[in-house]
């Protein structure tokens, strides 16, 4: 099996994360982990990594770096046969460096998006908290409004959404994300994005993944995941 193919997705709340990072894993095969959901799987199961993870998540708090990496290095060890798309892992310097310890990454893609932007697109999401689905009524509203397209069970608002929240939460992620940035930036594998449409990045991503994914790895990974 040729070399497999590592990517990781950075970008404040509300900066096209998830978005981006589904039509990655659609177009290219690519498996998708997002430490967010991972985190609600866990916190659902029960786990005891979820029940600790949880303290920290009501508070609108990071889990701290030594319980996020002892969650999701073993779950990228069950992926070494898979290319891989990390969303929202690493976050801080701790867990980048715990990452590189562990594989090579071969592109980070950091969304810099305008906080207008970011505040217009937050102030319109919806979530289905138990599943982590992303509604927004301007961008991708749910079937019957309110209410989660697969369970039918409501949906919220976050309050961390809210633009007077937004202001913080985005100043102490650019303080966590910068030296994050920076190491991969050393590394030459940093491509960043900045646009308050992401159907204008789109095309841009999709050409530097189709430049960088050898075409083996990305058909093999399509016809696994069909
Ligand atoms: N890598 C991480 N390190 C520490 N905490 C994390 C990490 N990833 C997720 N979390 C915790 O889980 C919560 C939910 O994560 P998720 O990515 O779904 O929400 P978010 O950070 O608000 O993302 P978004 O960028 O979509 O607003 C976060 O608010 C944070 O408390
Ligand atoms: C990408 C994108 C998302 N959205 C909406 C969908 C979500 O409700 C919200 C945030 O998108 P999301 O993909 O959840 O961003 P992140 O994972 O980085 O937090 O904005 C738009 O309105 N326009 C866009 O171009």
Not at 15 to 25: L, N, P, Q, V, Y
Not at 127 to 145: E, L
Request: net charge neutral; charged share 25%.
């Amino acid at each position: 099996m040729s070399r497999l193919f590592r990517a990781v997705i950075m970008g404040p709340p509300g900066s096209g994360k998830g978005t981006i990072s589904e039509r990655i894993a659609r177009g290219f095969g690519l498996q998708h982990l997002s430490s967010g959901d991972f985190l609600r799987e866990n916190i659902a199961s029960n786990t005891e990594a979820g029940v600790l993870a949880k303290t920290y998540i009501e508070k609108g708090l990071l889990v701290p770096d030594h319980v996020m990496t002892r969650l999701l290095l073993p779950r990228l060890e069950e992926m070494t046969c898979h290319s891989w798309l990390l969303d929202g892992f690493p976050r801080t310097l701790a867990q980048a460096e715990a990452l590189n310890s562990s594989c090579e990454l071969d592109l980070v893609i950091s969304l810099n998006i305008p906080l207008e932007t970011l505040k217009e697109r937050l102030s319109h999401r919806w979530i289905h908290q138990a599943s982590g689905r992303v509604y927004n009524m301007c961008f991708n509203p749910p079937r019957v409004q309110g209410v989660d397209d697969i369970t039918g069970e409501p949906l919220i608002q976050q309050d961390d959404d809210k633009p007077e929240a937004l202001v913080a939460r985005l100043r102490h992620y650019k303080d966590v994300a910068k030296p994050v940035i920076d190491v991969y930036k050393a590394k030459g594998i940093l491509h960043t994005f900045s646009d308050t449409d992401t159907d204008r990045i789109w095309p841009y991503i999709s050409s530097l993944l189709s430049a960088k994914i050898p075409t083996d790895i990305a058909d093999a990974q399509r016809a696994s995941t069909h």
